[in-house]
Antibody
Framework: QLQLQESGPGLVKPSETLSLTCTVS??????????WGWIRQPPGKGLEWIGSIYYSGSTHYNPSLKSRVTISIDTSKNQFSLILSSVTAADTAVYYC???????????????WGQGTLVTVSS | SYVLTQPPSVSVAPGQTARITCGGN??????VHWYRQKPGQAPVLVVYDDSDRPSGIPERFSGSNSGNTATLTINRVEAGDEADYSCQVWDSSSDHPVVFGGGTKLTVL
């Protein structure tokens, strides 16, 4: 059964770096069929795509976050990770990792999600 | 970047039909996906490519997309359908290829 699980600190100080890992089980992260993404949701607000990565290491980032975001993949551990630098209170959110796939007419359809992890930015 | 607009809330009585809209410039030319999110839970894909359903999603859920509006329709609404619903598109020509709508809270009266 496919599962995604986020892990990392729940509290980060302003100006510091947020680091999260998503551990995938039930499918190889090296599969050529899927993309792997990070999406966040500030409290009481909508979903915001952060970025996505393919098994080859190819990445796409939200332009509004691109200067602060790095997504990487570790196929040996079946994990992918998110680094967000210089965080502020505006980065406080539930962070989700998710699997994306392409249909005949679209890509990055997210069909499996982790449970999400709340990251609070506060001193 | 591309903007998707959803009404903040929709209310419907049990057994009736709920329609949740997602507006965007010429959205009919794109494929739209819909997610359901219950409080404290992760989103769940309920419709993809405008009108297709993943396995396990009831036939009561359907979608359409034309012009500047995509619509998620839920027939014979049940209390368990109460949730936030968000639309999403993939804009292959943009440097911001994944866009979500702001979400609509469906309340079952």
């Amino acid at each position: 059964q496919l599962q995604l699980q986020e892990s990392g600190p729940g509290l980060v100080k302003p100006s510091e770096t947020l680091s999260l890992t998503c551990t995938v089980s039930g499918v190889s992260i090296s599969s050529t069929t899927y993309y792997w993404g990070w999406i966040r949701q500030p409290p009481g607000k909508g979903l915001e795509w952060i970025g996505s990565i393919y098994y080859s290491g190819s990445t796409h980032y939200n332009p509004s976050l691109k200067s602060r975001v790095t997504i990487s993949i570790d196929t040996s551990k079946n994990q992918f990770s998110l680094i967000l630098s210089s965080v502020t209170a505006a980065d406080t959110a539930v962070y989700y990792c998710a699997r994306g796939y392409c249909s005949s007419s679209s890509c990055l359809i997210f069909d499996y999600w982790g449970q999400g992890t709340l990251v609070t930015v506060s001193s | 970047s591309y903007v998707l607009t959803q009404p903040p809330s929709v209310s419907v009585a049990p057994g009736q039909t709920a329609r949740i809209t997602c507006g965007g410039n010429n959205i009919g030319s794109k494929s739209v996906h819909w997610y359901r999110q219950k409080p404290g839970q992760a989103p769940v894909l309920v419709v993809y490519d405008d009108s297709d359903r993943p396995s396990g999603i009831p036939e009561r859920f359907s979608g359409s997309n034309s012009g500047n509006t995509a619509t998620l329709t839920i027939n014979r609404v049940e209390a368990g359908d109460e949730a936030d619903y968000s639309c999403q598109v993939w804009d292959s020509s943009s440097d911001h290829p994944v866009v979500f709508g702001g979400g609509t809270k469906l309340t079952v009266l």
